[in-house]
């Protein structure tokens, strides 16, 4: 089974202290949903039309868990404090085995 991953590529980030609210409450509930973090706000060199922003990268099992630990109430209840202080470019994709 493919593994799945939630990428996202932080293009601005208005409110420092939401985006450590939204931070504190995500982790746990990312864990919780079978989430591994491979990376989080280190170097970035972007090409093209990137930004070199904060990029986060989490590993699932699979695609299937990745899209549901995206909808659980806890990750949902995290993202309501992130509200308005981001603009990111959040995907979730499958892997290739």
């Not at 990428?7 to 995500?26: G, N, Q, V």
């Not at 706000?41 to 549901?68: K, N, W």
Request: charge should be negative; aromatic fraction near 8%.
């Amino acid at each position: 089974m493919a593994k799945g991953y939630w990428i996202s590529a932080y293009r601005t980030i208005a409110d420092p202290d939401k985006l450590a609210a939204y931070s504190e409450l995500a982790g746990p509930a990312v864990r919780a949903a079978g989430g591994r973090p491979l990376a989080r706000g280190g170097r970035v060199v972007a090409h093209d039309d990137g930004i070199a922003e904060r990029t986060v990268l989490i590993e699932f099992d699979s695609f299937e868990q990745a899209v549901a630990a995206h909808a659980s109430a806890a990750y949902q209840e995290a993202l309501a404090t992130l509200a308005d202080a981001v603009e990111r470019d959040f995907r979730i994709i499958e892997g290739l085995d």
